[in-house]
């Protein structure tokens, strides 16, 4: 939708996509595995202070945002069917979702964690879709 809009095409709404791989807390992902802080693909969620990227209803589960290649090899093997990928993307003016996917097993509550913190990933890269386009618009005028 943003390549629409930059053309000049009118639409509803602009749609963003976001995604957070859980991973089980038993799988090492911050040991010499993997990184987290090496590259600025995946974004942890929380902090060390709030339990660096565990989840808030389960502390079996570790969130990651917006996870990279390494990190959803991780999620997608090695953790013996738990853990899993859940993706949102939605138009946020309209407050639709308009695609949601889930691979892998969750608890309900993960998946219900994972998916809001989706929708607040989709939140964030629509101003920054939006931001751009104003901006390129300004550029233009100028």
Not at 56 to 71: C, T
Not at 84 to 97: D, F, L, R
Not at 117 to 138: N, P, S, T, V
């Amino acid at each position: 939708s943003l390549a629409l809009a930059d053309a000049g095409v009118e639409v509803y709404d602009l749609v963003s996509c976001f995604s957070v791989a859980v991973v089980p807390s038993a799988v090492c992902v911050f040991g010499s595995d993997v990184d987290i802080n090496a590259n600025t693909g995946g974004q942890e969620y929380g902090n060390e202070e709030d339990g660096g990227g565990i989840s808030k209803v389960d502390s079996n589960f570790r969130l990651l945002a917006d996870p990279d290649e390494e990190e959803l090899a991780i999620t997608n093997s090695g953790t013996k069917g738990q853990g899993g990928i859940v993706t949102v993307a939605m138009m946020k003016n309209w407050k639709e979702v308009v695609f949601w996917d889930q691979a892998g097993r969750l608890p309900s509550a993960v998946a219900q964690e994972a998916a809001e913190m989706c929708r607040e990933g989709c939140i964030i890269m629509h101003r920054f879709m939006r931001q751009a386009l104003i901006g390129k618009q300004h550029i233009a005028t100028k």
